[in-house]
């Protein structure tokens, strides 16, 4: 049986010696030319000793804790979002909103006269139940168009 040092090294065991002796090269231990000289001498080296030769003068890596058991998951409370389709109807309500009061402004710069807020007859209910709807996470749906996506109306259809 061989000794275990003389077994030839990979080239991924190469790079964990360099990474080490790039680790050392931050903390100090190494000057620039130690590390290009011993860097040189472990891509020459063909076994796991003459790799490791270039570590015999300094200080092993820290040994990585890892926990004895992780604990639960964080969790994170989530944005409420507005689905895709209310915010169409929240664009929906603010752009005939914003007309009605632009044509309500217009009569009343002509007229002279700030006539009754009627605009407030089409914003008001239509926000109120938009606002219900979203607060509440309803769902809007036509009856039809779900029955169309129904597999016997297709069937019956022939699509």
């Given amino acids: 049986m061989q000794n275990a040092d003389n077994i030839r090294i990979s080239d991924s065991e190469r790079e964990q010696v360099v990474g080490e002796l790039g680790r050392h090269l931050t903390a100090g231990r190494l000057t620039i030319g ?3 000289q011993r860097v040189a001498q472990v891509y020459r080296s063909t ?3 003459q790799a490791h030769q ?4 300094l200080p092993p890596a820290p040994q990585a804790v890892t926990p004895a058991r992780p604990g639960p998951p964080t969790i994170r409370p989530s944005r409420r979002r507005i689905p895709g389709h209310q ?3 929240w664009l929906a309500w603010l752009a005939a909103g914003g007309i009605n009061v632009a044509i309500w402004g217009i009569v009343s710069l002509a007229t002279g006269v700030m006539i009754y807020p009627w605009p407030i007859w089409v914003i008001g209910p239509w926000g109120v ?3 219900g ?3 509440l996470g309803r769902q809007g749906g036509c009856k039809i168009t779900d ?4 597999d016997r109306i ?3 259809v022939g699509h």
Avoid: K, S
Wanted: no cysteine; charged share 35%; glycine share 0%.
């Fill in 87 to 89: 915010r169409i109807e």
């Fill in 133 to 135: 709807r979203t607060l």
């Fill in 54 to 57: 270039v570590l015999r003068d």
């Fill in 147 to 150: 029955a169309l996506h129904d």
């Fill in 154 to 156: 297709r069937v019956a």
């Fill in 34 to 36: 130690e590390f290009d």
């Fill in 47 to 49: 076994t796991q000793q």
């Fill in 129 to 131: 139940a938009l606002l």
